[in-house]
């Protein structure tokens, strides 16, 4: 089982419209997590952390669920320059590495 | 402004030979990382280094090489050992321990290599 999982998608959703993206991870043990935005042939960029109580930063919500191990990106009011692949990343309490899923890829249409 | 710098952006080589994608920081972050990314996969961890002098494989280090000589640099050499060289390599870096910003990578803007 790979320690982060993610739908690929494709999301394609008409501007305007509110798109949510899940992701699960297999290690209890999990101590941060991420949600990156990588442009096509670009690298990514950290989007937003995503802490215990849930945060927001604009359009853009993120929420965690330990219990059942998974973290959501919530994005309103989709706009064109949203559109993008969607990282969920994932940082272990051992060692000091992050671990990737595979992105979700969202369209967003005129 | 501070940043990572990878060089070259693109790089094309012939089957065999070896070639060093170099990696530079002055974040003044002491982990580093190089991963690999294939088309519509996930990037995959290479090698990192926490710090200097010292560096761990990472899922997929068979036929990769790298170096930690100083803080800043963190160059990666893909050896004509690497079956399927052909990907973008992005280096990356974070603080390390339980610092202010130590969960963030923040990426280089990738080096894509074509082996001819």
């Known amino acids: 089982r790979k320690e982060v999982e993610q739908d690929p998608g494709p999301f394609n959703v008409p501007e305007g419209a509110t798109v949510a993206f899940n992701c699960t991870y297999s290690?209890?043990?999990?101590?941060?997590f991420f949600w990156y935005r990588q442009d096509c042939r670009k690298e990514p960029k950290l989007l937003m952390s995503v802490y215990s109580s849930g945060n927001e930063d604009g359009r853009f919500t993120a929420q965690l669920n330990r219990a059942s191990q998974y973290i959501s990106l919530l994005i309103r009011d989709s706009k064109l320059s949203d559109s993008a692949t969607y990282l969920c990343?994932?940082?272990?309490?051992?060692?000091?590495?992050?671990?990737f899923g595979t992105g979700t890829s969202l369209t967003v249409i005129p | 402004d501070g940043g990572i710098t990878q060089s070259p952006k693109y790089l094309f080589r012939k089957e065999g030979q070896n070639v060093t994608l170099s990696c530079e920081q002055n974040?003044?972050?002491?982990?580093m990382y190089w991963y690999r990314q294939d088309p519509g996969q996930g990037l995959r961890l290479i090698y990192y280094?926490?710090?200097?002098?010292?560096?761990q494989k990472g899922d997929i280090a068979e036929g990769y090489s790298v170096s930690r000589e100083k803080k800043e640099s963190f160059p990666l050499t893909v050896t004509s050992a690497q079956k399927n060289p052909t990907a973008f390599y992005l280096c990356?870096?974070?603080?390390?321990?339980?610092?202010?910003?130590?969960?963030?990578?923040?990426f280089g803007a990738g080096s894509r290599l074509t082996v001819l």
């Open positions: 280094s926490q710090i200097v002098n010292d560096f």
């Open positions: 290690n209890s043990a999990s101590q941060s």
């Open positions: 990356a870096s974070s603080m390390w321990g339980r610092a202010s910003g130590a969960n963030v990578l923040t």
């Open positions: 974040l003044n972050h002491d982990a």
């Open positions: 990343v994932v940082k272990f309490n051992t060692g000091n590495q992050f671990y």
